[in-house]
């Protein structure tokens, strides 16, 4: 009796799983599971989408081993999602900290404006920051200036373009920040109270208490944050063009070119299928160092 | 209430139903429109519905009157119009064009026709051509020649511009310059000297006036990467499956755009200088008296009467390399195609016709103050009165008999981003990261291979 009750309630909660991921279930299944095999079974043709399609077996990715396009913009895109999504992450927890505090004033106004700009379309944003990186009249090397440093050329140098669009990714820190609030405001305070009594200083507290209750959360947006990372491809499409000298030609506008500039869908199929691969090595590597540091309360 | 689990399978069935349920709803066949009440016999009969669907980036208000004059005309016609920002439409055309639905009539730039046509992906108009009389010599011959390929016609040339060297006459003067004699541009080495000249310095160590910076984009350059190269003799192709972009030709060309900008302060100097002025209407550094000299397009003339009604500038047709008085130009611009799998060539091409029409040509070439690819209304006095600087306006216009056009191969727009546009390409000679002879070397290996890929896909 004990067994079939097991039974039933664990179908019971199997049946509404599926009830409530069958918005994103159906989704998949109608609009990205079939363009994923047929672009698997693309990156092995020369699909140029006008023309009769040739099978051409493991070609595309022959060439891609030889593209040194294609090097540089995986090196970009790694180093624009290794420095840009820590980074977003760490000024997302201060603020999120920050903004914790109960006897701040006005905490609502100042999360609504860290919050706002994460929300904003891309396109508005970047050719805003075209304006704030003006090398002699933007905002950013104004403000550098008032403290005697020359601001770099941001985008027209290779050397500043990737940091500069990386410092335009943290205008989206907000929602990462509202993520983090939420966690911490779900930590026990008896945890804190404890950790006085024992005579835990404000870092102490923070290494051991905050930091563990929220690794979910900062696991989450670790994941997140690199699959998003390294998708990127608004900004440098409308601010830079992949410039100057390649040094923003990201993985994803590189793929974008090969496929509705250059009519060789083949060979981006196969850029995106390692773009896949990439993303899902990364995130697997993530999920098995997360189980060193990540708590999930009562496990 | 008796409840039951749903096993793994049964919910299966039901997804899979559901699904299959909400395909077949797409799928099903639209509803028939409800046919019109039969006509009284004496009546002629009624003209049958018919919905023309037209894409285009920009040039709004002028298709949209078009789409109206023609309804006047051709009841019966419904034009539906859809507009996309600039670089907007070809991912939609190609997908449309996937799916089997694209538009009956789009306007596209020229310089991409051949790569649509040789895959494919354009109707070929010889019909059309044929059926309205229409004339190759009565267009630009550089527009016409972008429209066909493969001895096929797959456009109809509709605006064009050329590319000029501008000069701003106030700072030649305070240079002691004749104000009124245009930059010395067949001689490569002068115009580096000039450039020198007139760039000045700020008293931080930045650019307050910029001589001269020879490449798109930087310095509100546009397609005199291009004229540099046909005034040295250059060309892209050797023949239609031959890339030449190790030409060397092209080579001396690029050495000295680098050349040009490494005199007026080098790359570092030059893309600050440019950073600071977004390529938009109104914010021109030539009109702000902040650059010297610029090769740009003939739009600017129509921009500065707007925007600097003050401004004493000259413009004037790049010259060939060593030649006083012969010289090249560029011109780009767009026609009207009708992309492949389109259905209603018949009242498509009827359409057609009216939009490529003497009085549609002028209309647009008064409107947005460009160059009609039909020479008639480009040389009339009414599009040339219409302009602030006529005389100018005139130069450019006639200009277009010994324009020059983008290399027409399917190809093109690989060619196009590597030799003009910034990012890549010439981009690695500016910024030091390759010699010319390696940067065009390494161009030639790209377009080469995207060239025999090309062949080989179309099984030739």
Redesign the interface.
Known sequence: MKSIAFK?LR??N??WF?IFA?PW??GF??FNLGPMIASLYLSLT?Y????PT?FVGLYNYQEMLKD??LRISIWNTAYYAGLGVPLGIILALILALLLNHKDLRGRSFFRSTFYVPSIMPIVALSILW??LL????GLINTFLHFFGIKGP?W????VWSKPGLILMSLTGVGGNMVIFLAALQGVPVHLYEAAELDGANWWNKFRHVTIPMISPAIFFTLIMGFIGSFQVFTQSYIM???????S??FYVLYLY?Y??????MGYASAMAWFLFIIIVTLTFVQFRLGTRWVYYGGQ | MISR????RE?LRV?AG??GA??AAGCAPIPATPAPEEAVPEAPPAKVAVTLQFWAEGFSEWVEGRIDAYKELNPEVTVEFVTFKWGEM??KL??A??GGTPPDIVIQDRFRVA??AG???ATPLDDFVAQYNVKPEDYWSATWAEAVWAGHVYAIPFETDGRFIFWNKEIFEAEGLDPDTPPPSQDWEAMIDLAIQLTKQAADG?VDVMGFIPCQTLGYGNGGDYVYAWANGAKYMKDERTAWMDNPKLVETLQWEFDCVEAVGG??KA??F???W?TVAGFSPFGAGKLAMMVNGDWNLSTFAKYYPDLKFGMAPWRMRGKEDEYTGFAGGFCWAVP?GAKQLEPTFEFLNFLNSYESHLDAGIRYQVIPCLKKAALSDELINSSPYPELRRMANESMEYANFRPVT??A??IQ?LWT????GR??V??G?KTPEEACK?MQEIVQK?LD?YW???GA
Not at chain 1, 48 to 51: F, R
Not at chain 2, 5 to 8: D, G, K
């Open positions: 039933g179908a019971r199997t049946f599926y069958s279930i159906l299944l109608m020369n140029s989408v006008l023309m040739r040194k396009l075209i304006w003006q090398p002699r009249y050329n985008l027209g140098d290779p830079t063009e992949g410039g100057p000298a390649d923003t030609l070119r496929a509705f500039d250059y009519f060789k | 689990a749903l096993s793994r919910f997804c559901t699904m909400m395909l070809t991912p190609l997908t064009s996937a790569g649509w895959r494919g992906g930045s790359i570092e893309s600050e440019s950073s600071g977004p492949a399917p190809v727009e690989e981003d546009y910034p990012g890549t981009d690695w500016l910024y990261k390494d995207a890929e080989a896909s179309v």
